[in-house]
């Protein structure tokens, strides 16, 4: 928690800070620390005054009933301006998450530190510049205190107008984006819609759209740009999507480059032109992070064509005017400016996101998101996207002394670790420092610490570029890797290390779990979901999975199937399902396009088990079994399958609400899992086909935690704990370290020490339903395969590699984080008959085919019929 300071210099003003006096500590019950610091260590700038700080903050349930009562004092007691929006809220009606927004005055040299009151009875007014939204009849105007921003139906896209005190920043008919096809066509896609996202006082959001190509033709290209605004600032941040709506041709299964639905780009660029048009006199830039913003001469070009990785490190080239340098790693600021005017412009990850461009003349700055310098044209596969984030200052930027320094590396707001972890939002969760369990907290340390962090491992495969950054390298997949080339596969999230990179973040505090998290979040939002209605219902919004075991993934991108012999085809699937991390990280950052990522991936599982949508309709309009087969069409017991499809729903339920997801997930129980189960005849003890059951049980106990935060021991309630309970008994007797039978398993890697972790997590949710002996016996064997996993794993040289470390980042976090005291309400008790007779499931597909054939039967009959009666009655 803050301490107060006793009335300290202001060390951005030299001014003696006045405390703030407005609400007294007796009408405070909880203050919560909130610490500032850059996101990366390569921050440049030293002093920040008035940098917008957008973070997500967790409440205990009953702490914090209105956000309004919320208050936010900076480091030397002063009462600060607050926008607060709630995005979830516990059954009772209190803040789960809140959203706050909020400027902050920060050097990075020093800890800086502010405060959130809870419970004070009103928030203190602040005066200062606020935005204003107006609407008409065809226009959108933003009014942030320092420019008037306007949108319009059918104008340049984003927006065609600026003002700075009434005059005009751009010129309308020089700015905007423009795409050029590889014909060399070009064209300026215009706004179609603009829709106000966040109304706040500090901070605005609107989100306008646009379209290139006619609805329902193979050249269709979607843009959309959310655009954040902030009081007193002329700075906007441009969230830019650019989208390829149309299916995927996957022939076979296999999808690569170079089939059809792909849309080819020779450049993509965002143009802003001065309203001054030649009155403006400078070109400065600033190639990377500190270094000075100079003087170039025109016309000037900066192109970043590779990420720098190579032997020589040349990463990009600088031309100004007849001047010609190299560098590696850019990430450039550059502006344009006279006596009058200023225009700046940066995007963060440039080099990263390669290849980029960015080019200025005297009168006009382009940032090149797909660059013509690129000597092919850009491959936009169906159903992919791209986001890029940038910063525009239409006028003098005072947040860093250099113009949108700060932008190149923005503050992260995080309370500390024991607060997120006190207030039960995420459950099971322990200050990493507390964790007495420190081999545990190490394995997945090595993410961030030591020599074979998550970070180098880019650079084995150079792991950049637009469509490549942010996701993890799959290095146990090249174990077996004979070639002294490296074998590129992608790890497309798999057991969702967005939700165990956030985790880590909320234990530890540690900025780099942030990076991690936010930047695969990015990147599987984008590129490894299909953004399409056009394929079919088992594949459109769904989730591709990492890249086939032990292949190269060659021109399959992060699409899992590359064209090759020994691959067969296929496609997205249930396996592969894991948007709670999506959820959490908007939680975190109020990231829209992650909640809408998130409930889309929930939306997919009711979706591709519709049998009204599939080919087999006109024989079967029942369920298909697809959210729930693991391993084989016709397996439908507990698997992974169906556990990610119950987490996925229980995740869409938590984000909106519908009652539609709750009730899937617990058909998907029903048809899964019976408590009068023969488990035996489950043959769990396969490991190689029946490992998974122990995910699904997994699953199983998040639910009955739902449950209960819902306070709904209902009939299901207890079907499921039950059926928990009657598993759990099972493998108390049977269930032994996977490694310790190495002769049964195809590959005994690390990766099953790992898995073993999986086991001490299903014991774990079980004693909490349990009592008596069997409450014993589970907690032992909780606390065995815990250490049986982590002493296994830490005993093996590739305990560092990616997926045995995702493992333990999602996977034992109950050993600490549940006491061993912990219960869990019984409910009412009910009787055996009470759940019936276990029902097996028969897919849709079958079930057509069965009717298929009974009905060519039928008709054969009916022929046969006719012929007999034909020749009796005319032979």
């Known amino acids: 928690m803050a301490r107060p300071i006793d009335r300290p210099l202001d060390p951005m003003t030299n001014a003696v800070a006045e405390r703030h006096t407005a609400t007294s500590s007796r009408e405070v019950s909880t203050r919560i620390a909130i610490l500032l610091a850059p996101a990366s260590a390569e921050s440049g700038a030293s002093r920040r005054v008035g940098e917008p700080v957008t973070t997500g903050l967790p409440f205990p349930q009953g702490s914090c009933v209105d956000a309004e009562s919320l208050q936010l004092l900076d480091q030397y007691g002063r009462a600060r301006r607050l926008q607060t929006r709630v995005l979830d809220r516990w059954p009772d009606g209190s803040i789960r998450w809140a959203l706050l927004d909020f400027q902050a005055d920060v050097d990075d040299r020093v800890r800086t530190e502010y405060e959130v009151l809870v419970g004070t009875a009103?928030?203190?007014?602040?005066?200062?510049?606020?935005?204003?939204?107006?609407?008409?009849?065809?226009?959108l105007t933003v009014d942030t205190g320092a420019a008037d921003f306007s949108f319009a139906r059918g104008a340049a896209f984003p927006f065609p107008a600026v003002l700075i005190d009434g005059r005009p920043a751009i010129d309308p008919t020089r700015t905007g984006l423009l795409v050029e096809d590889a014909s060399g066509r070009t064209i300026a896609p215009t706004v179609e819609s603009a829709d106000v996202e966040e109304d706040g006082p500090l901070r605005a959001v609107v989100r306008c759209s646009g379209?290139?190509?006619?609805?329902?033709?193979?050249t269709r290209l979607d843009v959309i740009a959310r655009c954040h605004f902030f009081a007193g600032s002329a700075t906007v941040r441009i969230v830019l999507t650019v989208r390829n709506p149309q299916p995927a041709a996957h022939p076979g299964g296999y999808w690569t480059l170079g089939s059809g639905g792909s849309i080819f780009l020779r450049d993509v660029s965002l143009r802003l032109a001065s309203a001054g048009g030649d009155g403006v006199s400078s070109v400065r830039c600033s190639a990377e992070h500190g270094t000075a913003h100079a003087i170039c001469e025109a016309p000037f070009e900066l192109y970043q064509h590779s990420s720098g990785s190579g032997p020589g490190g040349d990463g990009y080239r600088v031309r100004a005017g007849s001047f010609e340098r190299h560098g590696r790693r850019a990430c450039p600021v550059v502006s344009l400016s006279n006596q009058l005017q200023t225009i700046a412009i940066v995007m963060p990850h440039f080099w990263q996101n390669f290849p980029k461009g960015i080019e200025a003349t005297h009168g006009?700055?382009?940032?090149?998101?797909?660059?013509?310098?690129?000597?092919?044209?850009?491959?936009?596969?169906?159903?992919?996207?791209?986001?890029?984030?940038?910063?525009?200052?239409?006028?003098?930027?005072?947040?860093?002394?250099a113009p949108l320094d700060w932008c190149r590396t923005p503050l992260v707001a995080r309370a500390e670790p024991s607060w997120y972890c006190a207030s039960g939002a995420v459950p099971y969760l322990v200050p990493a420092a507390a964790d007495r369990d420190r081999a545990y907290v190490a394995l997945g340390e090595s993410a961030v610490d030591g020599d074979d962090t998550f970070a180098r491992k880019r650079d084995v495969v150079d792991e950049y570029g637009w469509r490549d950054f942010g996701d993890l390298y799959a290095d146990h997949e090249a174990v077996f890797q004979t070639?002294?080339?490296?074998?590129?596969?992608?790890?497309n999230n798999q057991y969702d290390a967005i939700a165990g990179f956030g985790w880590r973040f909320l234990r530890s505090g540690d900025p780099r779990w942030w990076t991690l998290m936010s930047e695969l979040a990015s990147h599987v939002v984008d590129i490894d979901v299909y953004h399409t209605d056009g394929d079919k219902s088992a594949y459109n919004h769904a989730l591709f999975w990492h890249t086939y075991h032990y292949v190269d993934a060659?021109?399959?991108?992060?699409?899992?199937?590359?064209?090759?012999?020994?691959?067969?085809?296929?496609?997205?699937?249930?396996?592969?399902?894991?948007?709670a991390g999506l959820l959490l990280h908007y939680f975190l950052t109020g990231d829209a396009q992650s909640r809408e990522t998130a409930v889309g991936l929930a939306q997919w599982v009711v979706d591709m088990d519709d049998g009204r949508r599939s080919i087999f309709r006109w024989l079967d309009r029942g369920d298909t079994g697809l959210a729930s087969m693991t391993g084989s069409p016709l397996y439908h017991g507990p698997g992974r399958g169906a556990a990610n499809s119950i987490v996925a729903l229980l995740t869409g339920h938590r984000a909106t609400g519908d009652a539609k997801f709750l009730l899937k997930a617990e058909q998907l129980i029903r048809r899964c899992i019976h408590p009068r189960d023969d488990i035996g005849e489950r043959n769990l003890l396969d490991a190689e086909r029946r490992w998974f059951y122990t995910v699904f049980l997994q699953a199983l106990g998040k639910y009955l935690d739902y449950k209960i935060e819902l306070q709904s021991l209902d009939a299901m309630y207890q079907y499921a704990r039950t059926s928990l309970l009657q598993y759990a008994d099972w493998m108390v007797d049977h269930e032994y370290p996977y490694l310790d039978r190495p002769?049964?398993?195809?590959?005994?890697?690390?990766?099953w020490a790992a898995q073993d972790m999986r086991k001490s997590d299903v014991f774990a949710f079980a004693a909490k339903h349990a009592s008596g002996r069997a409450r014993d016996r589970f907690l032992e064997r909780a606390e065995f395969f815990f250490h049986a996993s982590v002493s296994k794993l830490s005993s093996l040289p590739t305990r560092t590699l990616t997926r045995p470390v995702v493992l333990m980042l999602t996977n034992g976090l109950m050993h600490a984080g549940c006491p061993?005291?912990?219960?869990?309400?019984?409910?009412?008790?009910?009787?055996?008959?009470?759940?019936?007779?276990?029902?097996?499931?028969?897919?849709?597909?079958?079930?057509?085919?069965?009717?298929?054939?009974?009905?060519?039967?039928?008709?054969?009959f009916v022929a046969i019929t006719a012929v007999i009666f034909y020749f009796y009655m005319f032979g």
Not at 833 to 851: C, N, Y
């Open 554 to 579: 060659g021109t399959s991108t992060h699409r899992s199937y590359p064209e090759r012999p020994d691959v067969g085809g296929g496609g997205p699937s249930a396996e592969h399902n894991y948007p």
């Open 820 to 860: 061993a005291s912990a219960t869990a309400p019984e409910g009412p008790r009910p009787s055996a008959a009470d759940f019936g007779v276990p029902m097996h499931f028969v897919p849709q597909r079958t079930r057509a085919l069965d009717r298929a054939r009974a009905i060519a039967a039928t008709m054969s």
């Open 483 to 491: 070639e002294r080339a490296p074998l590129v596969s992608h790890y």
């Open 364 to 401: 006009e700055v382009a940032l090149r998101l797909f660059p013509r310098q690129h000597a092919d044209p850009h491959e936009i596969q169906g159903g992919e996207q791209k986001t890029h984030t940038l910063y525009v200052a239409f006028n003098r930027d005072g947040v860093t002394s």
């Open 743 to 751: 002769e049964i398993l195809e590959y005994p890697t690390e990766t």
């Open 211 to 218: 379209s290139l190509g006619d609805e329902g033709t193979r």
């Open 122 to 139: 009103t928030r203190t007014k602040i005066s200062g510049p606020r935005i204003v939204i107006s609407a008409s009849e065809d226009r």
